[in-house]
């Protein structure tokens, strides 16, 4: 039996009672909405947890790259993927063709007319058809045709197109400012045209406190929901203790009265800023702050806290944006009250083509 501080540091711990509330609670937040929930796999890049959000109630998974569903689809993990990115090329759409083959229902998105022809051909080239939503930007300012006079437009194309079985509109995520009219407005002249939006795809955990204000969606994609982090508590969705992911480190400096240092840097918690101030948060001593990260150091500041830990403490961080510190470790420590139940490795990680 390894117990939680037997493990060698750095380690990254998943508490499983937090984990396996976060997958309960907030299928139930989804499901009581009348929504499908639908989780991106990015935060945890593991089949096992896929498997156990799909045991909650998912009706399928999200995935960002070809490679993530490839490992979720040779782990078996569901038959129902949808892969929220454009996929260029002749190398690309026939994997994605390959994989297609292999389960119920692949949808994929485009929001450009390059990509969509590149998915009918490929689609025309495999003898099967290329489920596809049209990816629209409500605000966020990434990928997306940018009004849903673009998205109509675009989707009289997907319906000409041979081999494009069009499903509906996808964004990402739900908070950005303009969703509710752009949705709005869409099945307003979708409507006109005949179209049929039969999927409506949104997404992000901060937008789980506010499904109701989303009312036209059909499904749900959340990721970070099932560790949470930082950003998680500070945009409000989460407490310190829906906090699931712990990174476990040592301290291995304390060269002034204010300053440790602990053994984890920025190739194990990543750089990861956002909207957040320092670079993760201290389960022990709430009161300190991360200041600086180097790639094996991460340098705490002490300067507003009683109590300081020793050299060779092991400390909690909670980090500010979980799904990277998922691509940067090979695998993570399921633990439950203090003893390691399991040790997943992260199948996933780094599947980024
Ligand atoms: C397309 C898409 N859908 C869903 C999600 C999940 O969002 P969150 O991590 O806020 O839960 C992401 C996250 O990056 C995303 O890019």
Redo the contacts with the bound molecule.
């Keep these: 039996m390894t117990r939680i501080e037997d493990l060698d540091t750095p380690a990254v711990v998943v508490l499983l009672d937090r984990l396996e509330d976060n997958i309960t609670r907030v299928q139930g937040m989804i499901s009581s909405h009348g929504l499908l929930n639908r989780p ?1 796999i ?2 945890h890049k593991i089949p096992a947890i896929g498997k156990l959000q799909m045991k909650a109630g998912a009706i399928g998974l ?1 995935c ?1 790259k070809l490679g993530e569903a490839e490992v979720f689809i040779d782990a078996g993990v569901c038959d129902d993927l949808f892969l ?1 990115y454009n996929i260029i090329g002749k190398r690309k759409t026939d994997r994605l063709m390959e994989l297609a083959a292999r389960i119920k229902r692949l949808a994929v998105v485009a929001d450009n007319e390059t990509v969509l022809r590149g998915l009918s051909e490929a689609g025309q080239r495999h003898g099967r058809d290329v489920q596809l939503l049209i990816e629209c930007d409500t605000g966020f300012g990434r990928n997306g045709v940018q009004s849903p006079e673009a998205a109509l437009e675009l989707a009289r194309l997907a319906v000409k197109l041979p081999r494009i079985a069009f499903e509906g509109l ?1 964004v ?2 739900n908070t950005a400012p303009n969703t509710f009219e752009f949705f709005t407005r869409a099945r307003e002249i979708f409507g006109k045209a005949g179209i049929p939006l039969p999927v409506l795809s949104g ?5 789980l406190n506010k499904l109701g204000d989303y009312p036209m969606m059909t499904e749900h ?5 099932v560790y949470n982090d930082v950003m998680m508590v500070q945009s409000g969705v989460a407490t310190w203790d829906n906090c699931a992911m712990h990174v476990r480190a040592t301290v291995v400096s304390c060269p002034t009265a204010n300053r440790a240092v602990i053994d984890s840097g920025s190739k194990v918690l990543t750089s990861d800023h956002y909207y957040v101030e320092h670079y993760g948060r201290l389960v022990e001593y709430p009161g300190a702050f991360i200041a600086n990260l180097s790639e094996e150091h991460a340098v705490l500041d002490f300067s507003q806290c009683k109590t300081r830990p020793k050299v060779g403490e092991v400390v909690s961080v909670i980090p500010n944006h979980c ?1 990277s510190v998922s691509n940067m470790n090979d695998e993570v420590h399921g633990v439950r009250n203090g003893v390691v139940e399991v040790v997943w490795p992260v199948a996933a990680r780094g599947k980024v083509r």
């Design positions: 991106h990015k935060t999200t960002q929220t996808m990402f995520p997404g992000g955990t901060p937008a994609r959340a990721g970070t929901y799904c």
